[in-house]
C-alpha cells in the first residue's frame, strides 16, 4: 500500500498577537483511560502538543508533517509547550478508492498508510478527484485540510500534481561548470582525483600541471545522504591530499572531504611564490570545485565549511569579505594561521582558529610581526564583530597541526552546525527518554538520515 508522504504547509498567523513559527516532525494520537492528546515529536528536540480545533485522526499516527504555529506555554506537565493550529495545506500522496456513503452515493476518498498504519480521507471536489484520477494506483495531491462539524478530518483538493523526480544539482549554483566527479568512483571510503586543467597549472606543480581536486568519501557515504563537505586549502604552496587530516578527526564518517591545489598564474602574479605562500583568491577554485561535488552527488548546502593550513588559512581571512566566501561557506577552521579581516561580517557562522603555542617566529619583512600576533589580530577582529568564534592553541607546539587538537575540532564540528547537532540531539532524547513512540520516532530519523552518530 501507498505510504503517504505528508507536508504541511501552513498559511502565517497570529494567536493573542504571538506570531506563528514553523515546525517539523512527526504526529501521534496518544491516549491514556479518558485523556487523548494530540502530540509532535519535533525534529527540534522538543515534544509539543498540538491543538487544531480537533483531534488528528487515530490513522495519521506517524505521519511526518510540517506544520506553522503559535508556540504557547502549556500547562501539562508532560508537554511544557503547545502548538496551536487551526488552519493548514497538505501535500499528500495517496491511492483514490470509492466509497459508499449513507445515502447510496459513491464518493471519492484518499487512502494512505501501510499495513501498520492505513487511513481513509474524504475528499470534496469530487469531480476532480472522479473525472483525472480514479484509474490511477498513486496521486499527488495539493489540499486544504478542513474539521466539518461533527469533527472529522477532510481534504478539498485544489490541484492535482504530478511526483517531481529528484535531479542533481540542488540548492544554490556556486560556479558555472558542468564537470562531475566519475560516477564509478562514488563509493563509499573511496579518493577521488581529477585534473581541473580550466582552472588553469598548480603552484605545487611550480605552473607544470593542471591543478587538482581530491575528494574524500565517508565509510557511510550514500548517494542519497545530503552529506556535509569540509573543503580544505593546504600550507605552503598547496597540497589537495592534506584535507585527509580531517579524516582523523571525523573518523571517516558522515562528511566529505574535498581539497584543492592553488593557481600558480594567480599567485605568481601576486607576488607570493617568492615567499612560499599561496591564496585562493577570492575563493575561485573552492567555488569550482563544490560546484563539481553538488554537481556528482548530494550534499548538505547549510554545511559547507572551509578549512586552511598556514597558507590556507591565511586564504581564509584574506577572502572572508568576499561574497564567493560568504555564499558558500556556513564556517570556518584556520589552522597555524589568519591574519586580519578588516571589516568581514560573518554572522553566527562558527569560526575556530586552532594555533600552536610557540609559532611565534618574527619576520622582518613584515613589521617584525610573529604568525601568533597576526592570528591575535584576525581573532579579537571577529570579536570585536562579535561572531562565533573560538580559540584553541595546541600545547608544546610551534607550526604544525598536532593530534591534540582532534577532539577540540571534532566537538567544533559536531556542536555548532544545526544541521549536524540536531541528530546528536535526537542521539541524546533516545537515550533519556521511556516513551517508546519518542524513541522509535527519532531512532527513524536518525536511521533515514544516513547521519552515524557514534562518529563523536
Known sequence: MTKMCFVFIVMIMTVSGIAAQKFHGTFFHKENGDNKTDILISKDGNIYEVTCGTLILDSMNGMDVEIIGSKLRNRSKDYPYKINATMFHALITGKPVVKKSKSGKERPYLQFGDDKCCGLLKCQKTSLIQKHCMDKDKILLWCLL????????????????????????????????????????????????????????????????????????????????????????????????????????????????????????????????????????????????????????????????????????????????????????????????????????????????????????????????????????????????KCNVQLYLQKGVGHSWSRESYPVQRKWLYSQFPHIRKYFDWADVCKDTDDPCVKQTYEKWIRESGFDTTAI
Open 146 to 385: 478542513r474539521f466539518n462539524k461533527r469533527g472529522k478530518l477532510y481534504l478539498m483538493p485544489q490541484r492535482i500534481l504530478k511526483e517531481a523526480k529528484v535531479s542533481l544539482p540542488q540548492g544554490p549554483e556556486y560556479d558555472n561548470t558542468d564537470n562531475t566527479l566519475p560516477e564509478d568512483k562514488l563509493k563509499s571510503n573511496s579518493g577521488i582525483t581529477i585534473d581541473l586543467p580550466e582552472l588553469g597549472n598548480s603552484a605545487r606543480s611550480n605552473g607544470r600541471n593542471a591543478i587538482q581536486m581530491f575528494v574524500h568519501l565517508p565509510e557511510n557515504y550514500s548517494p542519497n545522504t545530503a552529506h556535509p563537505v569540509i573543503f580544505h586549502m593546504g600550507g605552503g604552496r598547496g597540497n589537495p591530499g592534506e584535507v585527509m587530516g580531517w579524516n582523523n578527526i571525523v573518523k571517516g564518517k558522515n562528511f566529505i572531504l574535498v581539497g584543492a591545489d592553488y593557481s600558480y598564474d594567480a599567485n605568481n602574479k601576486a607576488g607570493l611564490l617568492k615567499y612560499g605562500t599561496c591564496r585562493d583568491f577570492d575563493s575561485k577554485i573552492a567555488a569550482h570545485c563544490i560546484q563539481i561535488l553538488k554537481n556528482s552527488t548530494l550534499i548538505d548546502d547549510d554545511t559547507i565549511i572551509l578549512s586552511g593550513l598556514s597558507s590556507g588559512a591565511y586564504s581564509i581571512t584574506d577572502c572572508l569579505n568576499h561574497k564567493t566566501t560568504l555564499k558558500i561557506f556556513d564556517g570556518f577552521c584556520a589552522i597555524i594561521g589568519g591574519s586580519d579581516p578588516k571589516g568581514a561580517k560573518i554572522g553566527d557562522r562558527p569560526f575556530l582558529f586552532v594555533f600552536g603555542e610557540k609559532d611565534t617566529q618574527r619576520f622582518a619583512s613584515h613589521r617584525n610581526k610573529s604568525r601568533m600576533d597576526w592570528m591575535q589580530e584576525a581573532y579579537k577582529r571577529l570579536q570585536r564583530g
